[in-house]
């Protein structure tokens, strides 16, 4: 049988007690029950960060098929006869990691941009090819969506954020046109 050093029982009730009187700091005193507390917290952020892959991984099946080369965008539109749309963003830009967060990976919008156009997502500060394309249409402001002809004609832009549905509506105006 294991022997129970005699502090533990007396530190977990006198902790008990303290975190019931809400005395929470009393914890951080016993560094047994302290490095239990952390485990178990450990072990909650795990099983939450596993939950969230699971998420993403089943958001990654339904997401938008981006290209990331303009010219084999431009190349594949020409095949399909769709437009392409270019999300220009930047890595700083706060408006452009919602967009990717709440409107590009939602479901509805995602098959609608696959459905109807050529998706293509250009970091406009990657390289001097991208900061070329995006000076040359003026975007300067991000996130910007750009609608092309598949002969590579700018047909419309769109800036800053929208969530899905607000999005997708402007889309199916600029393909109504």
């Not at 092309?148 to 046109?177: C, H, M, W």
């Amino acid at each position: 049988m294991r022997k129970i050093s005699p502090k533990v029982p007396v530190l977990a009730f006198s902790a008990a007690i303290m975190l019931g009187l809400g005395l929470t700091g009393a914890v951080f005193t016993y560094p047994d029950l302290h490095s239990a507390c952390a485990q178990t917290s450990e072990a909650q952020t795990e099983k939450s960060q596993s939950e969230e892959t699971k998420s993403a991984d089943k958001d990654k099946k339904e997401a938008v098929n981006w290209f990331n080369d303009f010219e084999k965008a431009k190349a594949e539109s020409a095949r399909t006869g769709k437009p392409i749309f270019a999300d220009f963003y930047t890595d700083w830009c706060y408006w452009c990691q919602v967009l990717d967060k709440k409107t590009f990976v939602d479901k509805d919008f995602a098959a609608f941009l696959n459905k109807n156009f050529v998706p293509l997502k250009i970091n406009a500060e990657a390289s001097q090819a991208n900061e070329a394309l995006a000076e040359k249409l003026g975007v300067d402001s991000y996130p910007r969506g750009v609608v092309f002809s598949p002969n590579g004609q700018v047909l419309n832009q769109i800036r800053g954020f929208k969530e899905a549905p607000d999005y997708q509506e402007t889309l199916s105006e600029f393909l109504q046109k």
